[in-house]
């Protein structure tokens, strides 16, 4: 009998060692992990982080260099330049078009421009490469109408629309939090004016209420992300209230109150905690918004000014081209970058959102 009790006893205690209890975000991650289509949109938004954080590496060139000669030039364009060192060594080297070499003479150089001139510079303004002076650049994605490569462009925008989407959701998270927590914990006096000033939020159609808080802030990269935020809140503050006004009447909450913790510590500490499954698929499809509404007012001259490139201004700048039906990709690239961009957002957030649903199976 004592012999079948310890071994019973063994197996109870492995048992217990391999199904111990493991946290909500544990058993989410596991959840998330089987859905296929939710960890394609999440590397998918790790590769353009990765890209946005180390444009430098990836663009082949600097986004604001021009090269006139090479303006509106389609997809794999080929040009020799030559590389002319700049003043300040931030800026890189500057490339001008060059038909050809003329002849070395001296400590100068003589070239062929592309307006049949000819012109001359000193050996030590210009950067060798493999000991020539002239070389072959590649455009993979062409030119748009400034003679700037559209590749590189289109990386250092995902700098912009990355930036402006994470930092105005923060925004909108933040103050959806905030007020959505205290309407739901206080209720009474506090619940209706934070439900009315949502209301009010909610009668403004979201592009509108943003374009007029561009205005009135003015053009510029946080000038849009503030009136992204400041719009965006709206249905942060009604899912946290509504959690908080269902967390706030559970036992754990009222043991809390019977111990005398203060409101804000059980707010912060102990309900908060315990809401915040929801508020992150809301953020998630939040951020795809704040994306689209970016390119939207950059698109209307609202948003990051020119030369910074976004992907906004460059649709704005080569739909014409569609118009006359040359130079396409000048307006379809960015338009891609934008839907892969939202697509992996979106479906990153609904694999949140069933990774956050207790009914599911764990």
Do not use: C
């Not at 364009?77 to 038909?99: C, H, L, R, T």
């Not at 009668?203 to 400041?230: D, E, H, N, R």
Request: net charge neutral.
């Amino acid at each position: 009998m004592s012999e079948l009790s310890e071994e019973y006893l063994k197996d109870l205690n492995k048992f217990n060692i391999e199904d111990k209890s493991h946290s909500l975000w544990y058993y989410s991650w596991k959840r998330l992990k089987r859905n296929k289509l939710a960890m394609v949109g999440l590397y998918t938004l790790v590769l353009l982080v990765t890209i946005a954080v180390f444009a430098p590496l990836f663009a082949p060139f600097e986004p604001n260099q021009q090269i006139l000669e090479f303006a509106a030039k389609p997809i794999g364009f080929e040009g020799d330049v030559i590389a002319v060192k700049q003043p300040n060594v931030d800026e890189g080297d500057k490339y001008v078009a060059v038909k050809g070499l003329i002849k070395e003479e001296g400590d100068k150089v003589y070239f062929m421009g592309y307006d049949e001139q000819e012109f001359s510079l000193s050996k030590n303004e210009l950067v060798k490469k493999d000991g020539e002076y002239i070389r072959k650049v590649k455009f993979y994605l062409g030119t748009d109408r400034f003679g700037r490569d559209v590749l590189s462009r289109l990386i250092y925008g995902s700098r912009v629309s990355l930036t402006v989407g994470l930092i105005s959701e923060s925004i909108a998270i933040a103050l959806g939090i905030l007020l959505g927590s205290m309407a739901g914990y206080f209720r009474g006096k506090t619940d209706m004016l934070v439900m009315w000033l949502v209301n009010v939020i909610f009668a403004f159609p979201a592009i509108l209420l943003i374009i007029a808080l561009s205005v009135v802030l003015g053009k510029g990269l946080w000038q849009a992300f503030v009136a992204i935020g400041l719009t965006g809140w709206v249905d942060v503050a009604r899912i946290v209230r509504g959690q908080f006004l269902s967390l706030r009447e559970t036992d754990f909450v009222e043991a809390t109150k019977a111990v005398g913790f203060k409101p804000f510590r059980i707010m912060i500490r102990h309900i908060l905690p315990n809401a915040m499954g929801p508020v992150i698929v809301t953020g998630t499809v939040g951020l795809a918004a704040a994306i689209i509404f970016e390119a939207s007012l950059s698109f209307l001259g609202l948003g990051v000014q020119p030369p910074t490139a976004s992907w906004g201004q460059m649709i704005f700048d080569g739909y014409k081209y569609i118009v006359v039906g040359t130079n396409w990709g000048l307006a379809i690239f960015p338009s891609i970058a934008i839907m892969i961009t939202v697509f992996a957002v979106n479906l990153l957030g609904d694999g949140l959102r069933d990774a956050f649903d207790p009914k599911l199976k764990q």
